[in-house]
């Protein structure tokens, strides 16, 4: 089936860097990524959404400067959290939208998830 | 290989009809079973179990867990049509760090 893959699964860092969290689309094409923010016990906070190819779309509130979204692929999205603080730490998981035609025209693919951690 | 099966991939219901949604689960280490409805591009959180045998219950909405035979389920009485949506397990691993998600449930409520 589907699987995407996030990578790392757990990060600390320091205050003030930058971290990179990828997420792959194995055996499928991903024309759509969301990547969203979870904190414990509620629903995923929708942070942007990522075209193949085009400049991501923010929700309203989100810093499109700090959180950067590169969606150069049709298997790659690439969510860059810059001069992280304190407060940035959360869970960040990303969403594969797979091509029209696959088993689940509408479905989604979520990858694992990212534990993100600002010291 | 840690894994998350949910069942029925699809299901189409009449308004007013009870659902139950299956989710099961093999992973190496379990700490807890969320629940998620999807309408749109965000999961709405719904329950979280992390105890066999305790009923959650919201509503018309409610699920349970067993850790003996790994699975849990989810229940929705009184079916309306806002109640069509895809609905979402994924099992939260204890020191992984890491959520795995099953593919989902289409549920369709037919007027």
């Known amino acids: 089936g589907a699987v995407v893959s996030q990578h790392p699964s757990r990060v600390i860092c320091k205050s003030g860097t930058s971290v990179k969290i990828e997420c792959r689309s194995l055996?499928?094409?991903?024309?759509?990524m969301f990547w969203y923010r979870q904190f414990p016990k509620q629903s995923l906070m929708l942070m942007a959404t990522?075209?193949?190819?085009?400049?991501?779309?923010?929700e309203q509130g989100v810093e499109k400067d700090k959180f950067l979204i590169n969606h150069a692929s049709l298997t790659l999205s690439t969510l860059t959290v810059t001069s992280a603080h304190p407060e940035d730490s959360s869970f960040y998981i990303c969403?594969?939208?797979?091509?029209?035609?696959?088993?689940?025209?509408?479905?989604?693919?979520f990858g694992s998830g990212t534990r993100l951690t600002v010291v | 290989e840690d894994k998350v099966v949910q069942s029925p991939l699809s299901l189409v219901v009449h308004e007013g009809d009870t659902v139950t949604l299956n989710c099961s689960y093999e992973?190496?280490?379990?700490?807890?079973l969320l629940w998620y409805k999807q309408e749109k591009k965000a999961p709405t959180f719904l329950f979280m179990l992390?105890?066999s045998g305790i009923e959650k219950k919201s509503g018309r909405l409610s699920s349970i867990l067993d850790k003996k035979e790994l699975f849990s389920i989810l229940n929705i009485t009184a079916t309306q049509t806002g109640d069509s949506a895809i609905y979402l397990c994924?099992?939260?691993?204890?020191?992984?760090?890491?959520?795995?998600w099953g593919a989902g449930t289409k549920l369709i409520i037919k007027p």
């Open positions: 055996d499928f094409q991903a024309t759509t």
């Open positions: 990522s075209n193949e190819g085009s400049k991501a779309t923010y």
């Open positions: 969403s594969a939208r797979r091509l029209a035609g696959g088993a689940r025209k509408d479905g989604y693919t």
């Open positions: 992973v190496t280490n379990f700490r807890s």
């Open positions: 994924a099992v939260d691993m204890d020191s992984n760090y890491q959520l795995i």
């Open positions: 992390t105890s």
